[in-house]
């Protein structure tokens, strides 16, 4: 009897500890990662130098991760319903990358279509100035965990858990596709709306592979590689 109470006593404070670090990564981290930033390096965040940017946005990233894991092991459903599935290298490796090759040939058709798009639009497309790129080993690692971050932590919330849970509150896998590509498109309307149309076409592809194999890793991992490569060849 003893036993099994030390063992509730046991998980129950794992449970406090989990419960603990998920608010920590999701209120705390990022808010004080920032600050020290901005004191020891004399920058504002958001135009902080690549080093810190991405370190920022791991940290910031990581704590959502946290959350949404958090709330799936807290629900009666399995990860595997939410495509979280032990890792094959087939299936999610060479897969990932032949999503990747997918997502590439879609921003070329976008990328030959707007400036059409900007004429029949009369939209004006706006200046955009990203931050410098990597320039050393080490940055280029880091700039890979903090794609990586993006990667899972975007199709996490878009593609693993929005389109499951919309799937079952509107009893249609084409609402669910159409409404997490609309919201996924939505959240970018800091760019203007042709790259924004880049964006409904990006999460048409990889919510349409989702849907089809039910497999996180392979869309984590194309969208990752993705931006990996369009920020290294600014």
Not at 16 to 34: R, Y
Not at 125 to 146: C, E, I, K
Request: proline share 6%; with cysteine; charged share 15%.
């Amino acid at each position: 009897m003893s036993e099994s109470l030390a063992s509730n006593a046991g998980r129950a404070r794992a449970n406090l500890w989990i419960e603990t670090g998920v608010v920590f990564l999701v209120c705390v981290a990022p808010v004080a990662f920032n600050s020290m930033a901005e004191i020891y390096l004399g920058v504002i965040p958001s135009r902080s130098p690549m080093v810190a940017d991405s370190l920022g946005n791991i940290l910031f990233r990581a704590g959502k991760i946290a959350l949404v894991l958090y709330v799936i092991a807290r629900s009666p459903d399995s990860f595997a319903r939410f495509g979280l599935r032990p890792f094959r290298i087939v299936r999610d490796l060479v897969g990932g990358v032949a999503v990747w090759g997918v997502l590439r040939l879609a921003h070329r058709i976008v990328r030959w279509a707007g400036p059409v798009l900007y004429t029949w639009l009369h939209v004006v497309r706006h200046p955009y100035h990203p931050d410098p790129g990597p320039s050393t080993p080490g940055q280029y690692v880091l700039l890979a965990f903090s794609m990586a971050a993006v990667g899972i932590e975007e199709e996490l919330i878009y593609r693993a858990y929005l389109i499951t849970r919309f799937e079952e509150l509107f009893e249609s896998t084409t609402i669910a596709l159409l409404l997490t590509t609309v919201i996924f498109a939505t959240n970018h309307g800091y760019q203007d709306p042709v790259n924004m149309l880049g964006h409904v076409v990006f999460g048409l592809v990889e919510g349409s592979v989702f849907c089809l194999f039910r497999r996180f890793t392979p869309v984590a991992l194309a969208h990752a590689l993705d931006d990996f490569i369009i920020i290294v060849r600014r």
